[in-house]
Every structure is written in structure tokens, then in C-alpha cells.
Nanobody
Framework: QVQLVESGGGLVQAGGSLRLSCAAS????????MGWFRQAPGKERELVAA????????NYADSVKGRFTISSDNAKNTVYLQMNSLKPEDTAVYYC????????????WGQGTQVTVSS
């Protein structure tokens, strides 16, 4: 059974940084894509960044390009989201998710971690 556990959220001032972690367990993830999503109150969930375990290929939402970096540590089965130059509009619950290459749907989700950026 796949488990994704996020950590690292919190309260930070605008311009600050946070690093989120997602510890994955339950299977071999070499054929998986890992994504970080976020959902702010009253807004739809959006994909912030994604990475492939095997090649480390990444993609980002335009709103976070140049500020956020997604990375993975395959030995630790952990995916990170380094968030720099945070803005109040980055405030949201951030979720780690996983899918295989065979589907576009993310099948597995973590419980989420709150990120709050104060102005």
C-alpha cells in the first residue's frame, strides 16, 4: 500500500523560504511521477511541480518558476519542494501525490501540509 507523508509546512514571512518533504513508501517508485499540488481556500487544487523518479525530469507551474525547486532522493524515497521568495498568494495546503506513467491521474495522495505566508 502506497503511503505519502508530507512534512515541513509552517508560517513564514513574505520573501522567506520553506522546504517541504514527502516520504514515500509501499512500493518501488522508479516508474512513477511525483507531484506537489496546492489548494488555497475557495480555489481549485493546482499542480505546482512534478518530477519523474527515474530521470528526474521536472516541470513547474508558471506561478512558481524560478522560485520553487522540486527534487528527489531516490535512496530515501523522498521528494522535496524547496520554496524560496515566498509570497502571500503561495498560502495553501500543499499535497504530495503520485501516479504511474500509464495514467494522467494522480492515484495516491498525502494528507497535506499547511503553508502560510504572511505579508
Amino acid at each position: 500500500q502506497v503511503q505519502l507523508v508530507e512534512s515541513g509546512g509552517g508560517l513564514v514571512q513574505a520573501g522567506g523560504s520553506l522546504r517541504l518533504s514527502c516520504a514515500a513508501s509501499g512500493r518501488t517508485f522508479s516508474s512513477y511521477v511525483m507531484g506537489w499540488f496546492r489548494q488555497a481556500p475557495g480555489k481549485e487544487r493546482e499542480l505546482v511541480a512534478a518530477i519523474t523518479w527515474r530521470r528526474g525530469s521536472t516541470n513547474y507551474a508558471d506561478s512558481v518558476k524560478g522560485r520553487f525547486t522540486i527534487s528527489s532522493d531516490n535512496a530515501k524515497n523522498t521528494v522535496y519542494l524547496q520554496m524560496n521568495s515566498l509570497k502571500p498568494e503561495d498560502t495553501a495546503v500543499y499535497y504530495c501525490a503520485a501516479r504511474t506513467f500509464a495514467t494522467s491521474q494522480y492515484n495516491y495522495w498525502g494528507q497535506g501540509t499547511q503553508v502560510t505566508v504572511s505579508s
